[in-house]
């Protein structure tokens, strides 16, 4: 079964892009790419990470590689200030707000995107939801300012549970990944490692740094050697399967999961369009971002749905 079927089916409650306002070919791609990040906390369903947040498409056609300046070594200790927050009671919510920005690139030809006339460079648009930390239900915002009515559930179980068998993982690299298979049984190491860090609210630091040198091990998967930034700006490693996966020969895609570099908190995402795709019928010749998104956690639970911090 290749790795495509396998991540199949993570999420069917988030938003879809506004197929009106999308050509079929671009969606196509979008559909395609959104299968690789479904974001959240829905394992066993549809998509693998950031599928749309309830708004069409986002980000201008730019060149991203910014920033080089080496990442940090992953030997440090972090501050006080980075130190793992209380742990939240079972009542309390954990707000996360997401940033998405999207190309408008318009992917009539599939392979061959064209700039969309008579549009912005990029559409960006947020979500904001809280997680109940004992219960695992979910509220979203919608756009109009009030809270959704359906209350969803993790099918990972709460972050509580989540938190509790996380920090129960060995810090060696292979025993971290042999024992990672047995709380997340789908999808490879690099996916299930991806897909703690971006949904795993209250991971420990300790733990987030073993995550990470685990993740350095695992056969083709690349640590850039520039940081970039997220949507909000903020430096960011980038982490990505290398180019030679059949997903990005396929589509001249990469998708990457954004750390931050001295923490290693979960900050976000981005997808690229590679050097040697096209454009308007012109071969690139640096890579493009389609997609980028940035993730705000927050130290301190709220009281109820609806509250930030």
Known sequence: MDEMTTLKNF??????????????????LLDAAAEQRQRRRFWPRAGWKLAAAGAAAGVAVAAVLVAQVAPPNDTHRVGAEHATSAEPTDGQWLYEKILTRQSTLNFRDDLNPVPDKNSPA????????????????????????????????????????????????????????????EVIRLGGDYQRIQYTFSS???????VRLSLFRALKTIPGVVVRPQLVEDAMGRPALAVHPSDDNPFTKKTH???????????????????MMLVGGMIDSKVTTE???????????????????????
Do not use: C, H
């Open 122 to 181: 990029y559409w960006e648009f947020t979500e904001e939801t809280w997680t109940q930390y004992g219960s695992g239900k979910v509220r979203r915002m919608l756009p109009r300012g009030v809270l959704d009515s359906v209350i969803s559930e993790a099918n990972t179980g709460s972050p509580k549970k989540l938190r509790q068998k996380l920090e129960k993982l060995p810090s060696e690299p292979q025993q971290l990944l042999r024992s990672l298979r």
């Open 253 to 271: 895609l990469r998708d990457e999961l954004l750390l931050d570099p001295e923490t290693y908190e979960y900050r976000g995402e981005r997808t």
């Open 200 to 206: 795993a609210d209250t991971i420990p630091f300790e």
């Open 11 to 28: 999420r069917p409650d988030a938003p879809a892009p506004d197929r009106a306002q999308l050509a079929p070919g671009r969606q196509r």
């Open 287 to 309: 890579e493009t971002l389609i997609r980028v998104s940035a993730v705000q956690r927050f130290a301190t639970a709220v009281n109820e749905p609806g509250v930030r911090p």
